[in-house]
């Protein structure tokens, strides 16, 4: 799969293919290689597999973005997904969760990640989210 799209957060890092798949390595301490809580570092490049329940599942992912220790993803959709250190975003955005993940009703096209939990989001009325 040819690599598409890269990021950093806070000791670690994911990559995304043409064909949306999700890859990361690194520090995992809050879920930000999307695995759960206990396994604490990963020393090579995993697949991450999205663990999500009620039957929901993640089309295509086509964006990410890497902070301090959270991540945003975007789907063929145009839906938000967060996940890692995500406790500011549930009672914000009316989050449903999937597992790790969060979604959310805001159909993204744009997206950045910073410290502390920052996110922005434009959607697509041009209209900016900051959370």
């Not at 670690?12 to 759960?36: A, D, K, P």
Request: hydrophobic letters at 40%; one cysteine or more.
């Amino acid at each position: 799969d040819k690599i598409v799209d890269i990021c950093c957060g806070y000791e670690y890092g994911l990559f995304l293919t043409e064909t949306g798949s999700v890859w990361g390595r690194g520090v995992n301490s809050h879920g930000q290689i999307g695995q759960r809580k206990g396994i604490f570092n990963i020393s090579t490049m995993l697949k991450i597999e999205f663990d999500v329940h009620d039957n929901v599942a993640i089309p295509k992912i086509i964006a990410l973005a890497c902070g301090y220790d959270h991540n945003l993803m975007i789907d063929s959709e145009h839906r938000l997904w967060v996940f890692g250190n995500t406790v500011k975003y549930g009672p914000l955005y009316k989050a449903k969760l999937h597992g790790w993940f969060l979604e959310n009703d805001i159909k993204a096209m744009h997206i950045s990640c910073g410290a502390d939990q920052l996110s922005l989001c434009i959607d697509e009325n041009g209209i900016l989210f900051t959370f």
